[in-house]
């Protein structure tokens, strides 16, 4: 048994009887993961992938150690708006793979499982479920959630709104793309800047949320640069090139609807 596999074992038994505890166990390994990052970083990922790699982990250990600051979301939710509210997003998904890999999701699957949710729904959500129920996750200072890419999401968020009595914000996004479609999801965004006001009891700025966006903007051009220099050969994803190209659309896709949305935010 491997010293990740150990470790794993420590944080799932005590998770049951003391889930403060264990949760400080486990911040306590992924701050020495973030320190490892810093470092002694995995040469054979570019030096884009390393800072990437040190950004997600100190998200997700904001979300663990703040909750106070954090806001659990969805994929897909656009973060601008929260960032610009002072609030850390972190996704269902994101917390999961790094639960997961802490070699510790067994004891959350299995709590998922008792409290009625089948083998059959979508593993990321399962394991979020078992850790939240179990107490390992904190309950953040809310959550916004939307209906696109998976059907979990009006399992998993909608039940932890109820369960621990959480503020909670849902983005209904319309299959069809066009410009009602648009004007009804920028409707729902200003109503998303009111209850994020409400809720942290700070003013968004438009100046705030400006910013956010360009820089989301420019980070989405960025990405789109890359994936030009990268799509003949990728030395570092085992993934198949079907599978990246896939992913990528879809990614692509979704921005440019999330950039009309937003658009449309600040015109009307």
């Known amino acids: 048994m491997d010293i990740i596999q150990k470790f794993g074992n420590a944080v799932s038994s005590m998770s049951l009887e003391d889930p403060g505890k264990a949760r400080r166990l486990l911040l306590t390994g992924y701050r020495l993961q973030e320190k490892r990052l810093l470092f002694f970083s995995d040469k054979k990922l570019p030096k884009s992938g390393q800072y990437v790699a040190r ?23 656009p973060g601008e708006l929260l960032t610009a509210a002072g609030l850390t997003p972190y996704s269902v998904e994101a917390m999961s793979c790094f639960i997961a890999g802490t070699r510790c999701e067994q004891t959350f699957l299995r709590k998922t499982e008792e409290e009625g949710f089948p083998e059959t729904m979508c593993s990321y959500h399962r ?3 078992g850790a939240a129920l179990s107490g390992l996750v ?11 890419a998976c059907d979990s999401n009006m399992m998993t968020f909608p039940y ?14 319309p299959y069809d793309k066009n410009e009602d479609s648009v ?8 109503e998303l800047k009111a209850f994020l006001e409400d809720v942290t009891g700070k003013k968004i700025s438009e100046e705030a949320v400006r910013q956010a966006v360009n820089n989301s903007n420019q980070a989405a051009a960025y990405y ?11 030395p570092v994803t085992s993934l198949p090139m079907s599978c990246t190209r896939f992913s990528c659309a879809t990614s692509w896709r979704v921005r440019r609807r999330q950039s009309s949305t937003r658009n449309c935010f600040w015109k009307m």
């Open 55 to 77: 950004i997600v982990m100190k998200n997700i250990i904001q979300a663990l150690s703040k909750p106070e600051n954090s806001a659990m979301v969805s994929i897909f939710v």
């Open 127 to 129: 394991v979020f479920l």
């Open 138 to 148: 904190p309950k953040p200072k809310c959550m916004i959630y939307t209906n696109l």
């Open 160 to 173: 932890l709104k109820q369960k621990n009595m959480l503020p909670g914000f849902f983005i209904d996004v």
């Open 183 to 190: 004007k009804y999801v920028a409707d729902q965004l200003r």
């Open 224 to 234: 789109h640069e890359q994936l030009a220099l990268r799509k003949e050969h990728d």
